[in-house]
């Protein structure tokens, strides 16, 4: 018995495509071919518009859709939900503590695009405990709500001043390390974590770390002349030195039933502190980099840590840019009252100038 060859396309040709079966030619299938007939102007533009429109219309009738959705669920039913606090956020999603149980939790899809700002370390949510989400995915629970916060700490977006980029939810006081050398301090820098720590209503505290890389007694003298002035304006300061464990002790007692938020520049040993505190916590300590006497970066994103003496502690990675955000041209004076009363020494006059340049004017038409 002779077996007929298989089926042999042939190449696609002003839109038909031919078969052979057995030798003899298939009656020819058309096929769409929609950019072709664009092109030869089987389309028109009112045609193209009478078919689908993309525009403000259907953008916004999306959104409304979207919160309609997120609304479905009545506020009581969210309020019987688990409440956990957020203790690391990671790209894709979050840790959320829940009677001393961390969750996997990822964040409903309605609730990330109505919401007016993201998910942060400290925020309390109301979040669905799902066991069955394991048999599909690695999460256990999806989040349903974001508490109202009480306080937040927030810097400007880099890229883009006028938004705010939050860092920390619900913090009591804001601890502002700079070391003495290695980086060299920028006191402009800390001047700008300051602004941004009373802005959000957390308390502002100096640590100045590394105080054994003084390079003469006037080193020393002189950066302590810059913590007094910061005494006079009650704003907390104090010294520290993680190697020597110099000042541990005490700010230990600073740190004891607060929830701390831990920033300053690169390298500038938040890390050891929190080590040097808590010496069984496994913390990253990076190096400084001998090219440019720079720290580099080991703490990627906020984490928070208990302490043993009561509260906790949440390490940020380091900026070396910190805009300040909720703060104006007009009302930056505020947070420079010795610039007002003319008592501000040169470093202090220097700082505001450059802050106030930074801040850019309202925009046209704002009120």
């Known amino acids: 018995m002779r077996l007929s060859p298989p089926p042999v396309p042939y190449p696609l040709v002003h839109g038909y495509s031919t078969t052979i079966v057995q030798g003899r030619p298939k009656k020819p299938s058309r096929t769409k071919d929609v950019t072709r007939a664009f092109q030869t102007g089987a389309y028109d533009d009112d045609q193209i518009e009478a078919q689908e429109r993309f525009g403000d219309k259907s953008k916004h009738y999306q959104h409304h859709k979207t919160i309609k959705t997120q609304n479905a669920r009545p506020d009581e039913e969210i309020d019987k939900?688990?409440?956990?606090?957020?203790?690391?956020?990671?790209?894709?999603?979050?840790?959320?503590?829940?009677?001393?149980?961390?969750?996997?939790?990822?964040?409903?899809?309605?609730?990330?695009?109505?919401?007016?700002?993201?998910?942060?370390?400290?925020?309390?949510?109301?979040?669905?405990?799902?066991?069955e989400l394991n048999d599909i995915s690695t999460f256990e629970g999806v989040i349903e709500r974001i508490e109202p916060r009480r306080t937040v700490l927030a810097r400007s977006d880099s890229f883009k001043a006028r938004d705010v980029h939050p860092i920390v939810a619900n913090a009591d006081q804001m601890l502002i390390v700079a070391a003495l050398h290695l980086p060299e301090v920028k006191w402009g820098l800390v001047d700008r974590m300051v602004i941004a720590a009373r802005s959000g209503g957390l308390d502002a505290i100096v640590c100045l770390n590394k105080i054994d890389t003084a390079a003469s007694e006037?080193?020393?003298?002189?950066?302590?002349?810059?913590?007094?002035?910061?005494?006079?304006?009650?704003?907390?300061?104090?010294?520290?030195?993680?190697?020597?464990?110099?000042?541990?002790?005490?700010?230990?007692?600073?740190?004891?039933d607060k929830k701390t938020v831990l920033a300053g520049h690169s390298g500038v040993g938040k890390s050891s502190l929190v080590r040097a505190i808590e010496p069984t916590l496994d913390i990253r300590i990076g190096d400084i980099s001998a090219v440019h006497s720079k720290g580099m970066h080991t703490t990627t994103s906020a984490r928070r840590y208990a302490l043993s003496v009561g509260g906790f502690v949440v390490d940020t990675p380091g900026v070396k840019l910190f805009g300040v955000w909720n703060v104006s041209r007009d009302s930056l004076i505020e947070h420079f009252p010795d610039v007002d009363s003319g008592t501000a020494p040169d470093w202090r006059r220097e700082s505001y100038e450059r802050i106030l340049e930074s801040i850019a004017p309202p925009e046209p038409g704002a009120t």
């Open 218 to 256: 006037k080193d020393l003298a002189d950066a302590d002349a810059i913590l007094v002035h910061y005494e006079s304006l009650g704003i907390r300061t104090h010294r520290t030195c993680a190697i020597n464990k110099m000042g541990i002790d005490q700010l230990q007692q600073m740190l004891k």
């Open 81 to 131: 939900l688990p409440r956990g606090e957020v203790i690391q956020v990671h790209s894709l999603f979050s840790e959320v503590l829940h009677e001393d149980r961390p969750y996997r939790c990822t964040q409903r899809k309605t609730l990330a695009k109505v919401s007016d700002t993201q998910l942060v370390v400290g925020d309390f949510v109301r979040f669905d405990i799902a066991p």
